[in-house]
């Protein structure tokens, strides 16, 4: 009986650990998939400015 009450003790650890992992982990994911909309919504801004031409970093802008 002993043996059953410390293996249903370290499961039940096991899973609350378990648990914040991935509290954790779903505010992480959260706040990435933020930042991935901000990006592309920032991409599709300079995208529009640009009318739709890619600078490189050595290209001089249409204006030079």
């Known amino acids: 009986m002993s043996a059953l009450e410390e293996t249903l003790a370290h ?4 899973v609350d650990e378990l648990s ?3 509290a ?6 959260a706040m990435l ?3 991935v909309q901000l990006l592309l919504e ?3 801004e ?3 400015d640009t009318g ?10 249409p204006h030079w």
């Open 11 to 14: 499961l039940s650890r096991t």
């Open 20 to 22: 914040e992992v991935i």
């Open 24 to 29: 954790r982990q779903e505010g992480e994911i």
């Open 33 to 35: 998939t933020r930042r």
């Open 42 to 44: 920032r991409e599709a």
């Open 46 to 48: 300079r995208e529009n």
């Open 52 to 61: 739709g031409q890619v600078l490189l970093g050595n290209e001089r802008p």
